[in-house]
């Protein structure tokens, strides 16, 4: 089954002194560092998912600046795609379907931000599309909701989309094993 990485979000609004920093976004990116090193190590391919926000009062990921960029732990190396999309869906209204199409990929490895947003809309997205799909849950970091008053902590944000997308959407499992499941990713 041919594989892909998609590294969706990881940049620097999400980090200490962004427009909108995540709970353990470092440690996150440094797993996501790990997953792709892993992939560069098997040329297998890898896309990056960029988010630009074009909609009227938007706060983050704004066009031309800094807090746009990617994360410099996770930069693309000259020949790995960026696609830019301006929704939390990596799919919808950008050619990545297309793209992964044309290198017949089947098996979709997924990490970034937000694990409530973005990944969740992307990993069910993927999978409508009929890809397989894996989820490297601790390469994915979220942030503090306020629901009905009360604040719902970013680990348990986190660990309900991971349990919400487990088994049905995707699998999930950590970078770590990503060196286990080698057969897999061929």
């Known amino acids: 089954m041919k594989t892909t990485l998609l590294l969706i979000d990881i940049q620097n609004d999400y980090f200490a002194g962004g427009r909108n920093p995540l709970v353990n976004a470092e440690q996150a990116a ?42 410099q732990g996770v930069l693309p190396e000259q020949g790995e795609p960026v696609i830019v999309k301006h929704t939390p869906d990596s ?10 199409t044309a290198q017949k990929i ?12 973005c990944i969740d809309t992307s990993v069910r997205a993927a999978k409508r599309l009929g890809y397989s799909v894996c989820v490297l849950e601790d390469a994915c970091a979220a942030k503090d909701l306020v629901w009905d008053g009360k604040t719902i902590p970013a680990d348990t944000v986190h660990k309900t989309f991971m349990a919400a997308l ?11 094993q990503l060196e286990v499941n080698d057969e897999k990713m061929v």
């Open 30 to 71: 440094d797993q996501a560092a790990r997953a792709l090193t892993s992939f560069r190590g098997k040329n297998l391919p890898v896309f990056h998912i960029q988010h630009i926000s074009l909609q009227d009062g938007a706060t983050f990921f704004l066009p031309d600046t800094d807090g746009c960029k990617i994360y």
């Open 91 to 100: 799919f919808f209204q950008t050619d990545l379907h297309e793209r992964l």
């Open 106 to 117: 089947e098996q979709i490895y997924i990490c970034g931000m937000m694990s409530h947003m």
């Open 166 to 176: 487990g088994g049905t959407f995707a699998a999930v499992m950590k970078a770590s």
